[in-house]
């Protein structure tokens, strides 16, 4: 947290308020904590979500509907759950990890609760589709970011633990649901679901917010925006345990322009240097060269007696909230947005404000809007490496899902083992999902190793086991194809934030995986109803693991292109700079040459 140190002795009669509030992630302390809670939150969440194809099978069978129909309920779930990310991040900047969780624990409860009374399968759409998908939503992202907010140089283990949870939760309560569907009927299992459901309020109280911290006040005399930019330059930020996000160093002078305005930009995360923003501000300054990224603002009201340097913006605002690996001691990036402005001259401008404006701020606080903006800014659709890898989870999510929903179906339709039998099929993916992101996170941590290709290659893999599970004729067959699906498809949920750095930079991530929650959620809204309409035109399940594992496969192997691709985006920038500097490179006159050779 960077701290503001005094300046020289013939600016102390100034006077100025600042105020910082984010701490340092402990490392540890409450935070394990949090991460047994996250762990916990995954069991339930994720385990209700991987094995509901247990219920589907009731529920297509209590309701009469056809396949493709029933499986809409798991489908509009699972989308939901992805789609309402966005909206989760927001109320999370807002209102905290605490309350979203409990909120989103409630809704998810009050879902499955209303669903054992559901009349029509179209009840369901609503009840467990939007209500639970929505609360499961709620849930899920505040458990990561939480997560994150608490660890920084150990953050790859904690997160680590935490996501396990999501393959622990498939392999026990495949078989708890199982047991509960056939002594208790459909709606009982799904009651109990709920109570399960209502442990994560439980869990969601446990994620204790980091004290505010660190508030200092610095006199300031009163002065013109000048005067208090000259003060700039004493100020010193310094890193503090790996959470300042800048090295002790100065603000440099001339930063502050004539319109009141400073900008402070994004930091690199591995060569962290200050840059001054004189010259997006018109201003001619020696110091414009230096290095830096992005833009987060900061307003400097003129003429007041006191200014205050508060922090604004939730946990979201770290560019790193949704990067699962460790953050180096030694880098740091940019996380936050901050306002300087006067006291007097905030009561002012709040009185101008609109009508229009104020209720908008009521309905939709700052730091929401904030949150929403950061992840849904559509600009990033114009880089064709995220386009390409969009796309790519996109194709995954369409097949993602189907073993989940329909292997229990499909196992007994075969005659290859009972409904016991068939539920096993779930905890032997969630068990080997479970290993699998232990020794992939393991692996993509080592500078040997290429972390595109080991993604790519586990989703080839994955596809193409899919597609050849349809001469999976017999139980252990078909256990062998649970194991090798629960496997690679651990990569593709494991390594995606961190594919993302490798290829956006940490500063695009939070972006990146706003709109990458987007593709996600509409393909998992389609792929499991398609399944079920090839079934029920063909009668047999094998035309929709073929499209699935072909969906997979080509996600992959798409992949495997990206390197080309960044070598012909690199060359054509390039050229392009190249003919940029000679356009505007001073033309020389030329004076003509004799017809003798001589000049």
């Known amino acids: 947290m960077p701290d503001l140190q005094k300046r020289p002795k013939d600016d102390e009669g100034d006077n100025e308020e600042v105020e910082l509030c984010m701490p340092d992630p402990p490392d540890g302390g409450w935070g394990w904590v949090v991460v047994f809670c996250s762990f916990m939150i995954h069991v339930i969440a994720d385990g209700i979500t991987y094995t509901f194809g247990i219920f589907y099978v009731e529920l297509w069978r209590y309701f009469g509907e056809s396949k493709g129909t029933t499986s809409w309920v798991a489908s509009i779930m699972v989308g939901t759950t992805f789609c309402v990310g966005p909206f989760a991040s927001g109320l999370t900047n807002q209102y905290g990890c605490r309350t979203v969780t409990i909120i989103g624990s409630l809704l998810a409860a009050f879902g499955l609760i209303i669903s054992t009374m559901a009349p029509s399968i179209t009840f369901l759409y609503f009840s467990i589709g939007l209500c639970t998908g929505t609360g499961f939503g709620l849930m899920y992202l505040p458990a990561i970011v939480c997560v994150t907010c608490y660890f920084e140089r150990r953050r ?105 305005e400073i900008c402070l930009m994004p930091l690199k995360l591995q060569n962290l240097r200050l840059q ?98 950061e992840m849904m800014n559509f600009e990033l ?154 079934h029920d035109y063909t009668g047999s399940y094998d035309p929709g693991f073929y499209t699935s594992g072909l969906m997979i496969a080509i996600s992959g192997l798409m992949l495997f292109f990206i390197p080309c691709v960044q070598s012909c985006v690199k060359k054509r920038e390039v050229k392009h700079q190249s003919t940029v500097e000679i356009t505007l490179s001073p033309t020389k006159s030329l004076s003509p040459v004799p017809s003798n050779g001589q000049v």
């Open 276 to 373: 001054n923003s004189a010259s997006l501000l018109g201003i001619d300054h020696k110091h414009s060269s230096h290095d830096i990224q992005g833009a987060a603002s900061m307003t400097l009201s003129t003429c007041s007696r006191r200014s205050s340097l508060r922090m604004r913006g939730g946990s979201m605002s770290r560019k790193d909230i949704f990067y699962s690996g460790n953050i180096p001691q030694d880098s740091a990036v940019e996380m936050y947005t901050f306002e300087l402005e006067g006291a007097e001259d905030n009561k002012k401008d709040a009185n101008k404000k609109s009508t229009k404006e104020r209720i908008l701020g009521y309905l939709c606080p700052p730091d929401i809007r904030q949150a929403f903006k």
């Open 156 to 260: 790859a283990f904690a997160t680590g633990i935490a996501v396990c949870g999501s393959g622990i939760g498939t392999s026990v309560l495949a078989p708890l649901i199982e047991w509960m569907v056939r002594e208790l009927g459909w709606q009982g299992a799904m009651l109990v679901t709920a109570g399960l459901v209502l442990n994560c309020c439980v869990f969601g109280a446990l994620f204790r917010p980091l004290e505010k911290v660190r508030k200092r006040v610095v006199k300031a005399k009163r002065g013109s925006v000048a005067s208090v930019a000259n003060h700039t330059s004493h100020y010193h930020a310094e890193r503090c345990n790996g959470n300042g996000y800048l090295r002790k160093g100065s603000l440099p002078n001339g930063t502050i322009g004539t319109n009141g």
């Open 381 to 534: 659709m114009a880089d064709v490496i995220f386009l390409m890898f969009g796309f790519s989870n996109f194709f995954t999510n369409i097949g993602f899902n189907v073993p989940y929903v329909y292997t229990k179906d499909r196992a007994v339709g075969l005659d290859i083992s009972d409904e016991t039998q068939a539920s096993n099929l779930l905890s032997i993916i969630g068990i080997a999902n479970t290993i699998a992101r232990v020794l992939l996170g393991y692996l993509s941590d080592r500078k040997c190793v290429n972390r595109l290709w080991l993604y790519n290659g586990s989703l080839t893999l994955c596809g193409f086991a899919t597609i050849f599970s349809s001469f999976c004729n017999s139980y252990f067959l078909m256990a062998a194809y649970a194991a090798v699906f629960g496997a690679t498809a651990g990569a593709y949920v494991s390594l995606t934030s961190v594919i993302l750095v490798d290829l956006l930079g940490l500063e695009k991530l939070t972006n990146a995986f706003g709109l990458l929650l987007l593709f996600e959620g509409v393909a998992c809204l389609i792929g499991p109803p398609i399944t079920g309409w090839l």
